[in-house]
Structure formats: structure tokens, C-alpha cells
T-cell receptor
Framework: KAGVTQTPRYLIKTRGQQVTLSCSPI?????VSWYQQTPGQGLQFLFE???????NKGNFPGRFSGRQFSNSRSEMNVSTLELGDSALYLC??????????????FGEGSWLTVV | AQRVTQPEKLLSVFKGAPVELKCNYS??????LFWYVQYSRQRLQLLLR??SRESIKGFTADLNKGETSFHLKKPFAQEEDSAMYYC????????????FGIGTKLQVIP
């Protein structure tokens, strides 16, 4: 089975711009979640989608948004980028249900640098 | 609110010494607990989960509901165990938000 795939892997944006990151989950996984990873804050939960519906949301401003498509692929968008948004953005997928429903599998991440 | 605390940012041990990575949690109910590991230049990956009661790469973790802890242990550390370790928690059942601790860097000294 192919793992979680994220694109792009690296990108540099200017403050004020917006960015869209893409994630393809493991085949058969219906839940996709996004995390921001920084050295100071560790892994912070952004949001989680299941069957195109946002199920859970973390404590991030409205500039951070996401969506999930019918094929379970997901995108997250950050508008009006700030320097503090520089981070590794991780996508993870999980079956979403069943006894191992919450076991998540991570992608390699998208490194975002805001200058 | 669910919270995971990993009190040590860095833990250094000598090869062959026992390892214990601490994890305490806050959750009202019966949580699911996990340990994830990130080796250098690799993606974050599941190490073990408490519901499976498994031992992976010599690591074990026991859920102590009284102390709300899920410490990760290994009797004899190996150099290849050097990595970042994250404790994580979710509610039972599906569709749950998974909360991570800030992580502990384990450094095994040869």
C-alpha cells in the first residue's frame, strides 16, 4: 500500500500570500487530519476530516482552512501568510472507524517557509 | 480538554541502560494511548498503541489509569533507538481528535 503522500514537499512564500497544500491518504482511509510541527510548539492539531466533513478543529485562526474531496484526498489552505506560519505541515490518515480507527499514519510533510 | 504532557525534552542514556520516557495525560473517560517515533530524516510513525498490548523493538508501555500515565520503557537501550518520541491520546472509538505531547528526544550514548 502506498503511504500518505503530500505535495509540495518544500515551498517558500512571501508574507501576505496564500498557500495550498495537498494530501493523498492511504487507500481505504477515510479520515485525514493535519498538524503543524514547529520546534517550539511540537505537533499541533489543525483539523480532521471524515467523508468530506470537518469533524474536529484545533485552535488556529480562520486563516487556516481545509477540505476533503469525495476520494478522501485533502487540501489545506493558509491565507495571508505570516512569518510565524513557517513550519512543517503534516498530513495523516487513519481508517476513521473500528478498533484501530484512531491509529494515524503520517506523510513526510510539506516544509513551508514564509519570508 | 485532553492534554498530553511529556516532562522531558531530552533524555540521554548510555547504550545498554534502561530507558523510560514519561507520558502523563488528562482525559475524562477512557482514552486510547499511542507512542509515535520519528527517526532522523524519516516520517513520524506509530511505535505502539495500548489497545494492542504489544512490544515493538523491545519497547513496552502500560496504561496506568490511576496515575494517568503511559510511560514507554525498554530494558536495554540501543544506539538505533535515538529518535524523537511522541506520546499521543485520543478518545475511544472512531473520528477522534488525536492530541500529541511535545515530544522527548532520546539520545543513546555509545
Amino acid at each position: 500500500k502506498a503511504g500518505v503522500t503530500q505535495t509540495p514537499r518544500y515551498l517558500i512564500k512571501t508574507r501576505g500570500q496564500q498557500v495550498t497544500l495537498s494530501c493523498s491518504p492511504i487507500s481505504g482511509h477515510r479520515s485525514v487530519s493535519w498538524y503543524q510541527q514547529t520546534p517550539g510548539q511540537g505537533l499541533q492539531f489543525l483539523f480532521e476530516y471524515f467523508s468530506e466533513t470537518q469533524r474536529n478543529k484545533g485552535n488556529f485562526p480562520g486563516r487556516f482552512s481545509g477540505r476533503q474531496f469525495s476520494n478522501s484526498r485533502s487540501e489545506m489552505n493558509v491565507s495571508t501568510l505570516e512569518l510565524g506560519d513557517s513550519a512543517l505541515y503534516l498530513c495523516a490518515s487513519s481508517p476513521g472507524q473500528g478498533i484501530i480507527g484512531n491509529t494515524i499514519y503520517f506523510g513526510e510533510g510539506s516544509w513551508l517557509t514564509v519570508v | 480538554a485532553q492534554r498530553v504532557t511529556q516532562p522531558e525534552k531530552l533524555l540521554s542514556v548510555f547504550k545498554g541502560a534502561p530507558v523510560e520516557l514519561k507520558c502523563n495525560y488528562s482525559y475524562s473517560g477512557s482514552p486510547e494511548l499511542f507512542w509515535y517515533v520519528q527517526y532522523s530524516r524519516q516520517r513520524l510513525q506509530l511505535l505502539l498503541r495500548h489497545i494492542s498490548r504489544e512490544s515493538i523493538k523491545g519497547f513496552t508501555a502500560d496504561l496506568n489509569k490511576g496515575e494517568t500515565s503511559f510511560h514507554l520503557k525498554k530494558p536495554f537501550a540501543q544506539e538505533e533507538d535515538s529518535a524523537m518520541y511522541y506520546c499521543a491520546l485520543s478518545g475511544p472509538g472512531g473520528y477522534q481528535k488525536v492530541t500529541f505531547g511535545i515530544g522527548t528526544k532520546l539520545q543513546v550514548i555509545p
